[in-house]
């Protein structure tokens, strides 16, 4: 059975104090690993989509990577507006590709 | 491009009674997705609409159905409601037509439901 584990659960940063959150997944052929965010009573924004091993993309201070087995996010001089909870999905097998596995994702809070 | 969207954005219900959702995708999109949200299990897939078909189903039971129009908008239906039926109920897009991959979903900002 595919699933989806997301640490640390929660992570407080200082403004400026780079880290990076960890998605890690066991699924027979990965189909695709989406990163999110997600802000208080509203529904997840999309961030990346990741198809490969070895595939990087970027987007402000944010950089997520993959390998065959795990995920990362990587949150370069975070800013108190990346606070978020951040959401890893990955696709469902054969014919559910398009029914995502989440994990149950990390609550970032950056402090001023 | 307008996103997607959901009305309506807040329902409070009494046990027993039944509830009607619905989702309008991003213009161009066929594949719609409905998903619940609670504390306990996080976001759980119910299922998938694609040119008015249900392509995959979650692990949810037949109190929970859903259909999908010509112009791809999506309900979703609840009937004889729950406590355990209180959540967040989020609706996503997408082309639908990726061959032998998942594509990138796009969440609406959902409807709140509340049983009591």
């Known amino acids: 059975e595919d699933q989806v584990t997301q640490s640390p659960e929660a992570l407080r940063l200082q403004e400026g104090e780079s880290s990076s959150l960890n998605c890690s997944y066991t699924?027979?052929?990965?189909?695709?690993l989406f990163w999110y965010r997600q802000d208080p009573g509203k529904g997840p924004e999309f961030l990346f989509t990741l198809y490969s091993a070895g595939e990087e993309k970027e987007k402000e201070r944010l950089k997520a990577t993959l390998t065959k087995k795990e995920s990362f996010l990587h949150i370069t001089a975070p800013k108190p507006e990346d606070s978020a909870t951040y959401l890893c999905a990955v696709g469902g097998y054969g014919g559910a590709t398009n029914k995502l596995i989440f994990g149950t994702g990390t609550l970032l809070a950056v402090q001023p | 491009k307008a996103g997607v969207t959901q009305t309506p954005r807040y329902l409070i219900k009494t046990r027993g009674q039944q509830v009607t959702l619905s989702c309008s995708p991003i213009?161009?999109?066929?594949?719609v997705s409905w998903y619940q949200q609670t504390p306990g299990q996080g976001l759980q897939f119910l299922f998938e609409?694609?040119?008015?078909?249900?392509?995959n189903k979650g692990n949810f039971p037949g109190r929970f159905s859903g259909r999908q129009f010509s112009n791809s908008r999506s309900e979703m239906n609840v009937s004889t409601l729950e406590l355990g039926d209180s959540a967040l109920y989020l609706c996503?897009?997408?082309?639908?037509?990726?061959?032998?991959?998942?594509?990138?979903?796009?969440f609406g900002p959902g409807t709140r439901l509340l049983v009591l």
């Open positions: 699924v027979s052929g990965l189909r695709g």
């Open positions: 996503a897009s997408s082309y639908g037509s990726r061959i032998g991959g998942s594509e990138t979903q796009y």
């Open positions: 609409y694609f040119s008015e078909t249900q392509r």
């Open positions: 213009s161009g999109h066929r594949s």
